[in-house]
């Protein structure tokens, strides 16, 4: 599929898909939001990827937000539905069963940084900065940040950064457990194929059982989540990879996974 406001490119089992509006900094419009949807639901059919990586073109910008030039005008029923799309396919990229990495390599506001919080795992380089500016524009949030920033860092600091605006950078996200790892810019693209790179050498299949626990299990309660857990553990038990990995363990040898 030809895509207008990504690229996308598939290399060693790991899709990176790159927002692609370095002009107005890679922000979110519904045609983008579109060919993320679309080239989301395309990974997670292919059998050639086991993880996706999300990063930004250019050096500046991982999103800088929502498209302020195309909301300005938007009636509120027309901004209802944009929020709701960027909603639905942000929370199909954290519902697909394939992991997703955040290469988060510089600004990640508003919308930018409510599509790095629905990623699996996120790496940010030095020069990143995070915020929900929203309030600064008249608007809250639209994209999940209300929700998912508390779930991450807590609700007091995240009601601290979406009431008040302030962004934070690459180091204080670290602090408060906004993101996995910091990297000097020209590295983190590096890492970040680095660790899909691990990731895809594990059992695909278990793999992705293990995010499927962790997202349903944490929306869920308790009891719930553990049955989740159990059920999938078990589910584990009939495929090849079980016998495969655990065999390989007995026999002192490197796993050959093949369950895709
Ligand atoms: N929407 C549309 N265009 C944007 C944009 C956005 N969110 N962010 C930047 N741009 C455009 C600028 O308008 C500018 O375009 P022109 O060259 O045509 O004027 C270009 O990108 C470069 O931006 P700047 O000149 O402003 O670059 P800078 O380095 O001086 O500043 C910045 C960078 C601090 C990120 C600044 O651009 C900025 O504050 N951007 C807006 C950030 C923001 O408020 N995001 C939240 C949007 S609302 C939202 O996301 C709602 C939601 O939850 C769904």
Known sequence: MAYENILLEIEDRTALLSINRPNALNALNADTLLDIKN???????????DVLIITGVGNKAFVAGADIAYMQKLPAMQARA???????????????????????NGFALGGGCELSMACDI????????????????????????????????????????????????????????????????????AEAKKLAKIISGKAPLAVRLSKNQVTRGMQADIDTAMAIEADLFGLCFATEDQKEGMAAFVEKRKADFKCK
């Open 122 to 189: 996120r790496l940010a380089s030095d020069k990143a900065l995070f915020g929900q500016p929203e309030v600064g524009l008249g608007i809250t949030p639209g994209y999940g940040g209300t929700q998912r920033l508390p779930r991450l860092i807590g609700e007091g600091r995240a009601k601290e950064l979406i009431y008040s605006a302030i962004n934070i950078n690459a180091d204080e996200a670290y602090r408060v457990g906004l993101v996995n790892h910091v990297y000097p810019a020209e590295s983190l693209m």
């Open 39 to 49: 080239a989301v639901l395309a990974i997670a059919e292919d059998p050639n990827v």
């Open 82 to 104: 944009f929020a709701i799309l960027g909603q639905e396919v942000f929370r199909l990229i954290e519902t697909m069963d394939k992991p997703v990495i955040a290469a988060v």
